[in-house]
């Protein structure tokens, strides 16, 4: 009997309870609700790119321009409020934007047939180029607005806020899981990504539900850059350099199969709370180098990746 | 030819189709009626343009010229999802469906019923879970498509295709991977489907499930209708007499046999196959094949050919049976390397796919076996190389400017010429030629069925695989009658001749 889908889910999630009661249990404090409500707040920007991710890659995509896009969605911001312009019709702007260039990269991967990594990396220097022509420097943000929206909260308890960031994440998460499961657009996102030939032949949108994809993840991205305008109070030209990289890091560690048609966005919640598990207990031990991070996640990106080819070849050979 | 009559308009109607690609005419003035209620099969051998016209009725390629008609109306189906709003759908070989996806996704995709444009996952269900019903099926739809066996997922693929009102259902090879149980059960359901009224075209090449199911038949040939005929009263040799375009009563073709084939029999065969068979593949077979002999495997396509081919040179790998080679038994070749290393070659059927670099020229085309043969390291000189390939442009006649024009400028036959010439460098003893003379012209034919028999007065054990019987009846001493994936027959001496053959693939067994 062939495992069932659910169980890529299930290693994911298994895994991150180990590591948070690993970690509760080794730095006292770890176990509390606001460390646990700052995994959501201090890692959405990450969360909301790889929830953007995770829809390219279900897909059979791929976005390598994600990070760029949000270091230009952050620098625009900040300069356009420093020109005077509102907060809310910044952020608006540059959510625009970002859609617009990931729904332009989606028309040249489907009308020219050419490979969605290099489109998007093309797309990547393009997007990190711009982002310096903007502003060459880090711009503050300061504007009453952002002050109140940067500092708003949802008391959860009397000592843990939920924080807007965190909120942008979890509202992000919902609306993406609706999308993946509940809509006919979800629904085709995993048919093109599991046999893009059967999906043709099956009558599917192919064309419109590939650009679609890549139009979503650029206003993730764009979304991504809001979350870390509010989270650092500025915008900057060279934020978030490699952040595509801990995106798909993440996707695939919450059980989204690089090859498309496998997944879900809450696998990918699952990765980036992993991502921020580790970050958080390397800050309570005080004693690594940070790039243990990296080091972790490259070790636990492995693993998952011959776990999903154990998983396959297992109903491979079962045929 | 017996146009079967029927009061009312047919259901389907195509008339006058003709389809080209890039100046090849896949279909000229072919026609195909289908009436409700009942199976008609669509029968031809490769290269008939059976394929294109059941694209072309799915929209997939859009016609040249011709109309179609469902229930007397002209439709021009732009794209699959038009043809099923036409009433008719498809289920393309292969199961082209998502097999990670769940059964209740894979027969919905794209129609399931929304609120607020949200999808209704229990109405899902409930929809996927009777659409199974209609065809007697009953499992769990919430489970992934690929949990299943392929014969549930070929009945998911007819759920699916029903669940749009189809009045017309078309099969492209449903059961070229079920196993005999399976396509019981598969028929069991198309003869239902048809009691309700539904016309059902099947396209396949088992003979035996033709005369099992379908009512009546047309046969293309090259792209034309050759006739449409009642499967009751069309016996079987006819029908592979039409498929192949030969009438059943010829008068046997009088080619000369040598006093080889008596001379073949005492000597001990190079390679022998006894019951050497793959499950889902080829039925155990015996097969010997001599040093100087031509022998030559005939059937329909699909009737095992290849598949006979790839277990002998290893790109296959026989679950049953044993190999003797020099009349020593051993394991079978594991890979196409280890079957080279022992002297064997294979020159395969797709010859644009599987055997020419088209960019490189003839001599680079030609060495590539040799060089692959004695490793990366033992470099073939330069001089070595334009020496061999001046050798074979001559011996095997290759018409090209030089040995260093690019292969793609040269035409089908000298292309040809160049394969066989890269396996011929490595002086195989046992050479295996799948289709060597097909889309090539007659000139060219003759000298690569000439060049043939003089490998075989060197010596080396050849194995012909070719749907042309007139060019094996003029090439093999020997020959095996492949048909349903295993071998029916051996003919030798006097046996080979075309009606022979016809009569072999033809046979009413069991």
């Known amino acids: 009997m062939k495992a069932p889908r659910s169980l890529p889910l299930l290693a994911t999630s298994f895994v991150f309870v180990t590591l948070y009661g690993v970690a509760s249990a080794l730095y006292p404090g770890f176990l509390s609700l606001q460390v646990f409500v700052n995994l959501f707040g201090d890692n959405a920007f990450l969360g909301v790119a790889a929830l953007g991710m995770t829809l390219v890659i279900l897909a059979g995509g791929i976005d390598l321009s994600v990070g760029a896009v949000v270091a230009f969605s952050t620098v625009f911001i900040a300069t356009l409020v420093a020109r005077g312009a509102h907060p809310l019709g910044a952020m608006a702007a540059a959510v625009t934007a970002a859609t617009f260039f990931g729904a332009f ?27 310096f022509v903007v502003n060459r420097e880090s711009v503050a943000i300061a504007h009453p607005f952002w002050q109140k929206a940067a500092d708003f909260g949802i008391p959860l308890s009397p000592s843990a806020t939920l924080p807007a960031t965190a909120l942008t994440f979890l509202i992000t998460l919902g609306a993406m899981m609706i999308i993946a499961h509940r809509t006919r657009f979800g629904r085709n996102v995993y048919a093109v990504g599991g046999g ?78 992993i991502f921020g598990t580790i970050q958080s ?17 490259g070790g636990l990106l492995l693993l998952f990746v011959l776990f999903q080819r154990a998983l396959s070849r297992g109903s491979a050979l079962e045929k | ?49 059976k394929s294109t016209l059941i694209k072309a009725l799915a929209g997939i390629y859009a016609l040249d010229a011709g109309s179609i008609r469902v229930e007397g109306i002209i439709v021009r189906p732009q794209s ?126 088992f003979l035996d499930q033709v005369y099992a199911i379908s009512d009546t038949i047309t046969v293309l040939r090259n792209g034309r209708w050759v006739g449409e005929f ?74 095992g050919r290849t598949e006979t081919a790839h277990l002998i040179f290893g790109v296959a790998h026989p679950d049953s049976g044993a190999l003797l080679w020099r009349g020593v038994e051993r394991s079978p070749f594991g890979s196409p390397r280890e079957a080279m290393r022992h002297g064997l070659a294979f020159c395969s059927e797709d010859r644009k796919a599987e055997g020419i670099l088209p960019r490189l020229s003839v001599r680079e085309n030609l060495v590539l076996a040799m060089q692959a043969n004695r490793g990366g ?24 400017p030089s040995a260093e024009t690019p292969i793609q400028n040269l035409s089908g036959g000298n292309q040809q010429k160049v394969l066989l010439a890269r396996w011929l460098s490595l002086s195989p003893q046992v050479i295996l030629l799948d289709e ?55 003919l030798s001496g006097a046996e080979v001749q075309v009606s022979s053959i016809l009569r072999a693939m033809s046979r009413h067994d069991e």
């Not at chain 1, 040249?108 to 093309?122: H, K, N, S």
């Not at chain 2, 769940?102 to 794209?110: E, F, K, M, P, W």
């Not at chain 2, 409930?126 to 065809?135: F, N, V």
């Not at chain 2, 498929?243 to 005492?266: F, N």
């Open chain 1, 105 to 131: 990269m989606g028309w040249l991967i489907q009308a020219f047939e050419v490979p969605a990594f290099l489109v998007t990396l093309g797309g990547a220097f393009f997007a990190r180029g711009m982002a």
């Open chain 1, 196 to 273: 893009i030939a059967s999906a043709r032949l099956m009558g599917l949108p192919v064309a419109s539900t590939r650009i679609a994809v890549y139009a979503l993840s650029g206003a993730c991205s764009g979304l991504a850059g809001v979350v870390s305008t509010l989270y650092t109070g500025s915008g900057d030209p060279a934020r978030a350099a490699g952040l595509e990289l801990d995106a798909i890091a993440s996707v695939v560690i919450g059980g989204t199969l690089l090859t498309g048609g496998v997944g879900s966005p809450a696998g990918t919640l699952m990765g980036v709370l």
């Open chain 1, 281 to 297: 207990a390397l800050v309570f031990d005080g004693r690594l180098n940070s790039w243990w991070l990296r080091i972790a996640m």
């Open chain 2, 1 to 49: 030819m017996a146009p079967t009559s029927q009061s009312g308009c047919a259901l389907l109607e195509m008339r006058g189709i003709a389809k080209a690609f890039r100046g090849v005419q896949a279909l000229d003035d072919a026609q195909l009626t289908v009436r409700r209620g009942s199976i008609h099969a669509l029968m031809g051998e490769n290269g008939a343009g």
């Open chain 2, 80 to 205: 699959p999802r038009d043809a099923e709003a036409q009433g008719i759908s498809t289920v393309f070989q292969e199961i082209n469906l998502i097999p990670t996806l769940s059964v209740a996704d894979n027969i919905l995709l794209g129609r399931q019923p929304l609120r607020w444009g949200f999808i209704r996952q229990s109405e899902c269900h409930r929809r996927a879970e009777a659409a199974l019903k209609r065809i007697g099926l009953s499992i769990d739809v919430r489970k992934a498509l690929n949990q299943y066996s392929l014969a549930v997922q070929q009945l998911v693929a007819i759920a699916r295709a029903l669940d749009v009102d189809a009045r017309l259902l078309v099969l492209d090879e449903p059961t070229s991977s079920l196993d005999e149980r399976e396509v019981a059960s598969l028929f069991e359901v198309l003869r239902e489907l048809k009691r309700r009224g539904l016309g059902i075209l099947l396209v396949t090449h």
């Open chain 2, 230 to 303: 009642e499967t009751a009263s069309f016996p079987r040799a006819h029908l592979v007499g039409a498929m192949l375009g030969r009438e059943i009563h010829d008068t046997p073709s009088a080619a000369p046999k040598t006093a080889v084939e008596t001379a073949g029999e005492a000597k001990p065969p190079l390679l022998e196959l006894r019951g050497l068979g793959k499950a889902g593949m080829l039925r155990a077979m015996d097969l010997r094949l001599r040093a100087g002999e031509v022998h030559g495997l005939a059937g329909l396509l699909g009737s």
């Open chain 2, 377 to 400: 390291l033992r470099l073939i000189s330069r001089k070595e190389q334009a020496a061999l390939a001046d050798h074979y442009i001559q011996a095997l006649k290759i018409k090209t």
């Open chain 2, 436 to 490: 060597p003379t097909r889309g090539i012209d007659v000139g060219a034919k003759a000298e690569v069925e000439k060049l043939i028999r003089s490998l075989r007065d060197q010596g080396m054990a050849v194995l012909l695989i070719s749907s042309d019987l007139e060019e094996i009846v003029r090439t093999c001493e020997r020959l095996s009658v492949m048909r349903d994936r295993r071998k029916i027959a051996e």
